[in-house]
Every structure is written in structure tokens, then in C-alpha cells.
């Protein structure tokens, strides 16, 4: 079985590329910014579903003194900030910052931006409401407790013994960084929160076409015949791709279960290669973000 890394990483891709690690590296940091590059790459997805892009307020009222308005809304509680703020969308949450230094701070909260993931995620597949792994956490690593680390160790797939102090899960947080490998862009956040973060490299993820190792190896898969060899099946197919390097089904009772068992590797286009079988296609994303892998006879979709 070829292995998903050429690094050793555990969440890594198939293998390093620098100009990808280079591309992700430039948008993320454009990104970053409280600008409309932030609510343009969120709304591509409302434009997708028909939802109206609001445009970026371009001032704030002002009267006679100029900067009365501002003087306003700095003088409001920001609890009360915050209520209203909490009615916003994502891309308005983003374009609302350019007001005022004032709002921008308020816009950034973690609670913000954790409930806004929590309303995007919720139906999505394989995306608990936990900081997302592919986020650069060097700059904004004070801003992590140590479940937050625990979390995005867990979702990069490391293994824990349990007994870390914060000192070491901070260093296994910045050492496993799955930053230059293909296919994978990391969100590298400059002025915001790390829920905030989150949402964004959520965004970013959903676009990918190639899936880990790992992540292969973590889900269970639904296998589908396009021509209906069985369909006096009672219960849908599940299988595993097993880390010793066999697809088989996911019980395990000593009978005889389909599909047989067989070998399976991901080859360097990302392709994943069952067996003698045809070559499946490319991992291809599913609305809901999970993954589909098929070829000309069966299908496999992630639970």
C-alpha cells in the first residue's frame, strides 16, 4: 500500500508541492484581511444557493462633526453590539467590520463566529463543532485552551496518550500543521479569531479534491453497484479501508460478507486504486461535504 505522505505527516496529502503551499499560502493571507476578499470567498457559496451578496458598507453615517456617528456606536454597550451583530450572515459579520476599529473588534468574537459555524456545519458530513485542522495556528496559539488543542489534534488524527501538559500539545499543534502538501490549503489567519479562522478554512476545505490517508482510513463507506448484482441486500453495504491495507466490510464476524476483501492504495493523481479492479475517479466532494469514490461498477460514499 503507498503511503499518503512522502513527509511522514499524519495528516498529510500524497505527497509535497510547493507551488501549491505557495498559492494556498498568498490566498489565505489575503484572506485574512476584515475585507471584502473575506465576504467575496464566503459568498461564493450564498451566491451558489441564490442568497443575496451584500455589498461592503463603504462609511458609516456621519453628521456635521464627522465622526459623530462613529462616536455613536463606540458609546453603545457592546453586549448590545453584539446582539445585533448576531443577526448578521457570515459575509455581512465580515463587511461590517470595515465601520470602525470599534466594530471590527466587537465582529471578531469568538461567539460570533462559533455560532455561525455551528449553523453552517450542522448538517455537513465528517465536520464537528470543533476548530478546524486546517488552520495555521502559530500567531493566534494564545488564543487556544487546552481542549481547543486537543480538538485539532484529534481532527489531524494524531494520536494522544492522554497525559499531555499544554507546553506539548502546543508544540504537536505547530509541528503537525499540514501546510505544503497537494491538495490541501491552509487558512493562515493575521487579524482574526480562531473561529473565525475555522469558518474560513471550512469554506476554503470544501473546495478539495483529494482526500488523506487518513481521512480515508477514518470514515466508513456505503458501497453501491451502478447494475444491481444485489439488490436483495436488506441493508445497505458498508465497508472500511483499513489501516492494514485491505477494503472489506465493516463486520468483521467471520462469515462471508461482501465485497471480498482487497487491497487499495491512492495513487499519485489522487485516484484510489482497489485490487485488480478498475481505477476509481478522483475523491469527488458531496454537497453536504462528504465524499464520493466511484469507477464504471460500484460507488463508495462516506457516512
Known amino acids: 500500500m503507498s503511503s499518503d505522505s512522502d513527509s511522514g505527516s499524519e495528516f498529510a496529502g500524497p505527497c509535497l508541492n510547493r507551488h501549491t503551499a505557495r498559492g494556498a499560502r498568498n490566498r489565505a493571507t489575503r484572506l485574512s484581511h476584515p475585507s471584502s476578499e473575506v465576504s467575496h470567498h464566503i459568498g461564493q457559496n450564498k451566491a451558489k444557493r441564490k442568497i443575496r451578496i451584500a455589498k461592503a458598507p463603504r462609511t458609516f453615517h456621519q453628521t456635521n462633526s464627522g465622526v459623530e456617528g462613529e462616536d455613536r456606536i463606540t458609546k453603545t454597550p457592546p453586549e ?6 448576531s443577526f448578521l450572515e457570515a459575509e455581512d459579520l465580515a463587511n461590517i467590520a470595515l465601520v470602525s476599529r470599534y466594530v471590527n473588534t ?12 455551528r449553523v453552517r456545519w450542522m448538517d455537513k458530513k465528517h ?28 481532527r489531524r488524527f494524531l494520536q494522544l496518550r492522554g497525559d499531555e501538559d499544554d507546553a506539548e500539545l502546543e ?8 501546510t ?12 482574526c479569531g480562531k473561529w473565525q479562522a475555522s469558518y474560513i478554512a471550512a469554506e ?8 488523506t490517508m487518513k481521512e480515508l482510513q477514518a470514515y466508513e463507506w456505503i458501497f453501491g453497484e451502478f447494475y444491481g448484482f444485489h439488490e436483495d441486500e436488506d441493508e445497505p453495504i458498508k ?9 472489506s466490510n465493516s463486520i468483521q464476524d467471520g462469515t462471508f460478507r461482501r465485497p471480498r476483501p482487497a487491497t487499495y492504495q491512492i495513487l499519485a493523481s489522487g485516484a484510489i486504486q482497489v ?4 481505477t476509481h475517479s478522483r475523491p469527488r466532494r458531496l454537497e453536504d461535504w462528504g465524499w464520493s469514490i466511484s469507477n464504471s461498477y460500484v460507488t463508495y460514499t462516506s457516512i
Open 204 to 211: 476554503i476545505d470544501q473546495h478539495r479534491r483529494r482526500i
Open 127 to 154: 465536520q464537528s463543532l470543533t476548530l478546524h485542522p486546517c488552520v495555521d495556528y502559530k500567531d493566534i496559539v494564545g488564543q487556544l485552551d487546552k481542549q481547543d488543542k486537543i480538538d485539532i489534534l484529534t
Open 106 to 117: 466587537v465582529s471578531k468574537q469568538d461567539l460570533l463566529w462559533k455560532e455561525l459555524c
Open 239 to 247: 465497508v472500511h479501508f483499513r489501516p492494514d491495507g485491505l477494503r
Open 80 to 85: 448590545l453590539v453584539t446582539r445585533v451583530l
Open 275 to 278: 485490487g485488480e479492479f478498475p
Open 180 to 191: 505544503g502538501f497537494r491538495g490541501i490549503k491552509v487558512y493562515i489567519p493575521v487579524v
Open 171 to 178: 508544540e504537536r499543534i505547530l509541528n503537525s500543521t499540514p
